[in-house]
């Protein structure tokens, strides 16, 4: 089992920035791609952004293209979401996914492992 421990969220304005970071500590594996979901009030969770296990390839959504950096440290077990221009309509709570079966035109099907959430809320 990997336990997923997510941190950085918070309240920012519109326009500003925030790193997002998801660390694994138990059975882990550099092997599997991992990624970052997102769960606004009242809607389902959607996919946000993954990444291989390498590091080298990654895959955002269409509205995240351009303001948002996913990122990976193998040596730490750890997967980061750099955030910014955000957006009133980023307010959600996020989760962090592993054991990843693919990183390309993920889903939440393809990942196995979990993290708690941690709230992100974007004043306008």
């Known amino acids: 089992q990997v336990l997923l421990v997510e941190s950085g969220g918070g309240l920012v304005q519109a326009g500003g920035s925030l790193r997002l970071s998801c660390a694994a500590s138990?059975?882990?594996?550099?092997?599997?791609?991992m990624g970052w979901f997102r769960q606004a009030p009242g809607k389902e969770r959607e996919f946000v952004a993954s990444?291989?296990?390498?590091?080298?390839?990654?895959y955002y959504e269409d509205s995240v293209k351009g303001r948002f950096t996913i990122s990976r440290d193998n040596a730490k077990n750890t997967v980061y979401l750099q955030m910014s221009s955000l957006k009133p309509e980023d307010t959600a709570v996020y989760y962090c996914?592993?054991?990843?079966?693919?990183?390309?035109?993920?889903?939440?099907?393809?990942?196995?492992?979990w993290g708690q959430g941690t709230q992100v809320t974007v004043s306008s």
């Open positions: 990444i291989s296990w390498s590091g080298g390839n990654t």
């Open positions: 138990g059975r882990t594996s550099s092997s599997y791609a």
């Open positions: 996914a592993a054991d990843g079966s693919r990183w390309y035109r993920a889903s939440q099907a393809d990942f196995r492992s």
